[in-house]
């Protein structure tokens, strides 16, 4: 039998685990703000127009609600998992980290221009506090965020039917945001790999 994992006091009493807490939380605090004047300068950018074959022959549909409920119930799933469970929140949120930061450094190296027939995503939270720019940011493309975040996720959850749960949900989200054409089909393939990158990247931060 598995020990039970440690609780909030135990690992609280840890002094590693105090720094690294607040320094990931300094850092995503830190990314946060400067993420709208990034994106501005992604969507301001000269890029690309891909070949998709797969979405030539998909038909565009608002699907802006399903996607964003199945994005959210997700993160809330995850989230209300994670927080009795403090090394793997903490792990989590240094894989988010790193996952932002990649993301970032994938934009800047792959310039690209919306697929033909987007449909923008309304999601009213992160276009007030995220992409505060003049125009929609349609260009924020590779990789798919929505579709690696999810996937974060359910690394992070112990096994079980959270897991399965949010492997289903990273599964629709993933044909959601096809449908929608907001994403080349490399954004949402990508996505998995670069999840699991940053998952495993982020280890380092609960050994003692």
Not at 23 to 48: D, E, K, N
Not at 152 to 173: F, K, M, S, Y
Not at 189 to 200: D, G, I, N, Q, R
Request: charged share 10%; glycine share 6%; with cysteine.
């Amino acid at each position: 039998m598995n020990p039970p994992p440690p609780t909030w006091p135990q690992v609280w009493q840890q002094p590693y685990f105090r720094w690294r807490l607040g320094l990931v939380l300094l850092l995503l605090l830190l990314l946060a703000s400067q993420l709208p004047r990034y994106f501005a300068w992604v969507q301001a950018r000269p890029g690309h127009v891909l070949p998709d074959p797969l979405l030539a022959t998909l038909p565009a549909h608002d699907v802006s609600g399903a996607a964003f409920a199945v994005i959210y119930l997700g993160i809330g799933l995850g989230v209300v998992t994670l927080l009795p469970r403090p090394l793997r929140l903490l792990r989590a949120l240094a894989a988010y980290l790193l996952l932002h930061l990649l993301r970032c450094a994938t934009l800047w190296l792959l310039p690209l221009e919306p697929p033909p027939g987007l449909v923008l995503l309304h999601d009213p939270l992160v276009d007030r506090l995220i992409y505060a720019a003049p125009a929609p940011i349609t260009k924020d493309l590779f990789f798919s965020g929505h579709t690696a975040t999810l996937l974060l996720l359910a690394l992070a959850v112990p096994p079980g039917w959270h897991r399965q749960v949010l492997l289903l949900g990273t599964v629709l989200i993933g044909v959601l945001v096809l449908v929608q054409h907001a994403h080349y089909t490399y954004d949402v393939l990508a996505a998995p790999l670069f999840a699991a990158l940053a998952w495993w990247g982020s280890k380092w931060v609960t050994k003692g």
